[in-house]
């Protein structure tokens, strides 16, 4: 069976809807948490938000190979936001850690009284690192 490898991400990446996904950059924050979890890390990672994004999905971050105290993800929501009409939580941590966002407001726009930012148990077990809304 013929297969293929993904190079692991390290260094400085963009989250900008106004551009197509390739290279160093992410037409969305889906496209993203996708690529990171698949691909791993192998050694730290900057992402800046350069668009706010509406989005009808969870974002979820799967556990991410390679991610350390030293290997980590750091994410500048660069002031914008992310709006989420999700039923549940607009961001899901699925065993993703050395994750910090800053700067980022998360927005839930449905109406479902489970309308969470980001998923508690990650808040609970990890803490949250960096300023944003949660709800």
């Known amino acids: 069976m013929a297969g293929y490898v993904q190079a692991q991400l390290s260094g400085s990446y963009t989250i900008d809807a106004t551009k197509t996904t390739s290279g160093t950059n992410y037409a969305?924050?889906?496209?993203?948490?996708?690529?990171?979890?698949?691909?791993?890390?192998?050694?730290?990672?900057?992402?800046?938000?350069?668009?706010?994004?509406?989005?009808?999905?969870?974002?979820?971050?799967?556990?991410?190979?390679?991610?350390?105290?030293?290997?980590?993800?750091?994410?500048?929501?660069?002031?914008?936001?992310?709006?989420?009409?999700?039923?549940?939580?607009?961001?899901?941590?699925?065993?993703?850690?050395?994750?910090?966002?800053?700067?980022?407001?998360i927005q839930k726009t449905g109406t479902g009284t489970a309308q969470t930012g980001i998923e508690h148990r990650w808040i609970e077990q990890r803490g949250l690192l960096g300023t944003g809304y949660v709800r």
């Open 28 to 105: 969305s924050w889906s496209a993203f948490a996708s690529a990171i979890g698949t691909s791993g890390v192998n050694g730290a990672v900057r992402v800046t938000v350069m668009t706010d994004e509406t989005t009808a999905n969870v974002v979820t971050f799967n556990a991410i190979t390679g991610a350390s105290s030293t290997n980590t993800i750091s994410i500048d929501g660069n002031a914008k936001r992310l709006l989420s009409s999700s039923t549940n939580e607009a961001i899901l941590f699925n065993g993703a850690d050395y994750v910090t966002m800053s700067n980022l407001t």
